[in-house]
T-cell receptor
Framework: GNSVTQMEGPVTLSEEAFLTINCTYT??????LFWYVQYPGEGLQLLLK?????DKGSNKGFEATYRKETTSFHLEKGSVQVSDSAVYFC????????????FGRGTSLIVHP | EPEVTQTPSHQVTQMGQEVILRCVPI?????FYWYRQILGQKVEFLVS????????KSEIFDDQFSVERPDGSNFTLKIRSTKLEDSAMYFC?????????????FGDGTRLSIL
């Protein structure tokens, strides 16, 4: 079946450090890929998405490239801020007519000043 | 920007009791969802709802659960005879018309604590 694997957290960084959160997926077919962010006490918000191989999604300084050959969609940011502290979820878009995304377990990011 | 709202933010209930979690989706959205997130674990799909009926449901969504859209604005999740393992965050989401890769918009969740 479809699945998403994310790196274990928490990821702890100093402000202005470079961020990578790894995400790999298993799917039959060609899914869309998403990153969602969950700030403390809030619901999930779509951060960025990519719908086909080699697409790069970007938003708020975050980027992720859909790599079909490595089945990966790693999230990166060149310089993190304290306000980026949140839980980040990689998700695989619905396949085979299903509208239901499959979520990873989430990776907590803590950014210190 | 329109948003999905959920009430209450925190619900505490005795085991065996019934709970109703409420959601007001974005007004022009047509697809509605419930998810749950047990503390420290991944977000799990429960059910999707379209055109006044369930369109998909997961194995978690057994006879203990039901959903309803009683009027034009609310979308509710009812859990009958709650169990300790039902303690989790429950998220409602909605999506507009379009391709199946349209993103879902999530509410802030209801924390359900079963005692």
């Amino acid at each position: 079946g479809n699945s998403v694997t994310q790196m274990e957290g928490p990821v702890t960084l100093s402000e202005e450090a470079f961020l990578t959160i790894n995400c790999t997926y298993t799917a039959t077919g060609y899914p869309s890929l998403f990153w969602y962010v969950q700030y403390p006490g809030e619901g999930l918000q779509l951060l960025l998405k990519a719908t086909k191989a080699d697409d790069k999604g970007s938003n708020k300084g975050f980027e992720a490239t859909y790599r079909k050959e490595t089945t990966s969609f790693h999230l990166e940011k060149g310089s993190v801020q304290v306000s980026d502290s949140a839980v980040y979820f990689c998700a695989l878009g619905g396949l085979g007519g299903s509208y239901i995304p499959t979520f990873g377990r989430g990776t907590s990011l803590i950014v210190h000043p | 920007e329109p948003e999905v709202t959920q009430t209450p933010s925190h619900q505490v209930t005795q085991m065996g009791q019934e709970v109703i979690l409420r959601c007001v989706p974005i007004s022009n959205h047509l697809y509605f969802y419930w998810y749950r997130q047990i503390l420290g674990q991944k977000v799990e799909f429960l059910v999707s709802f379209y055109n006044n009926e369930i369109s998909e449901k997961s194995e978690i969504f057994d006879d203990q659960f039901s959903v309803e859209r009683p009027d034009g604005s609310n979308f509710t999740l009812k859990i009958r005879s709650t169990k300790l393992e039902d303690s989790a965050m429950y998220f409602c989401a909605s999506r507009g018309a379009g391709t199946r890769n349209q993103p879902q918009h999530f509410g802030d969740g209801t924390r359900l604590s079963i005692l």
